[in-house]
């Protein structure tokens, strides 16, 4: 057992099942010595396994959407009345695109399902920060993480309308941290991490390919769900106070990369097969 969080105490938003990456942060938040409240919409409830995850950190789970304000006022209140007073830490997890659930591209969206996807993805990281605040919920020298993805800043074929949750997430982080920072001490960050497989990465087109792409350009290749978990703690810890308003990637080194060795070999390995190709079928190959 470690200490890192040793008489801390936080909300985490987004576990549904063993794969989350927030299933991961509470069951390490737990071993480091944190109290924990888990928390997710009823419909994740029933389709997930978090009183599994709940009976093991040995917590409850209070039932919120997280793009619901009296949900989340709900949520903050009874948090607290389970902790006694304020907390230190919260962990937003939440994403989904509809569009993307829909196989509908971005030169093809659906508006309606684009706002769903901001609001649920990036706008509710607002509400979250905003309802905290004001009722004034968090510890000084509090800590808030949200989880990312480099899509919010490069083109990743596929990634859809995520990428533009994604980049609204980045700048409340900014937005909100010199706020929340200034009055209260309270710092707030986003973590990119690697493609991960969790129930939402998947439903992104080419997932899988992404991944081995991701895996190939990384120096230490992809950062694991459980990896992630453990950047996470570092940020809700005490050694992490003056760090705000940052956009931290955790992805092997990915978003230094322009071509690695291995990658480039990938692609060449491609291209002399398409010549190959070309040379055997120069007006194409006969069904």
Known sequence: MGNLLQGKKGLIFGALNENSIAWKVAERAVEQGAEIVLTNTLVSLRMGTIAELAKKCNTVV?????????????????????????????????????????GLTYDNLNYEYLSKTLDISAISF???????????????WGSIVALSYIAAQRTLYGYNDMADAKALLESIARSFGYIYGRERHVRINTVSQSPTLTTAGGGIMGFGDLMEFAESMSPLGNATAEDCADYVLTLFSDLTRKVTMQNLY???????????HRAMRTYEKGRRFEDVQENQ???????
Do not use: C, W
């Open 62 to 102: 209070i039932p919120a959407d997280a793009t619901n304000v009296e949900d989340l006022e709900n949520l903050i209140d009874k948090t607290m009345e389970h902790f006694g007073g304020k907390f230190d830490f919260i962990l937003h997890s939440v994403g989904m695109s509809p569009n993307v659930r829909k």
């Open 126 to 140: 607002h509400k979250v920060i905003q309802v905290a605040r004001h009722k004034d919920a968090l510890n000084e």
């Open 250 to 260: 955790h992805d092997g080194g990915f978003s230094s990369m322009a071509m690695s």
């Open 281 to 287: 079928y120069p007006f194409g190959k006969e069904e």
